[in-house]
């Protein structure tokens, strides 16, 4: 199971991992984990992540690999840069910003409890 990708099966949500386990010697460890920004992309995505690093960012050689035009080339990479901009929002800016808007009586409890 790819544990970036892993979604609640009853809300849809993104699911935090709780535990890691050593195969070698079965050590658990349990706690709130986080994963990479690059394991929450596709696999398709992160193909194209690594195609680009390994071509040293060049869009031509993207375009020959995917075989596809140099503008939906560049499309694809833009669009990738987008998806990885919008997961870098930091977690604890966030969560200030609702618990600000409740310390104003912006939103009530649950509303905040939903949103966190």
């Not at 919008?86 to 600000?100: F, G, Q």
């Amino acid at each position: 199971m790819d544990i970036g990708n892993a979604r609640c099966p009853d809300c849809e949500r993104i699911m935090t991992p709780v535990a890691c386990r050593c195969e070698e010697c079965g050590i658990r460890m349990e706690g709130n984990f986080s994963v990479s920004i690059l394991s929450q992309l596709s696999p398709d995505d992160q193909a194209l992540m690594i195609a680009f690093v390994r071509s040293f960012g060049s869009i031509k050689k993207i375009q020959e690999l995917l075989d596809v035009s140099y503008p939906t080339a560049r499309a694809r990479i833009a669009d990738l840069i987008d998806r990885l901009d919008s997961t870098m929002e930091a977690p604890d800016n966030r969560e200030n910003i609702v618990l600000e808007k409740l310390r104003k009586g912006d939103i009530t409890f649950r509303q905040a409890m939903e949103e966190l």
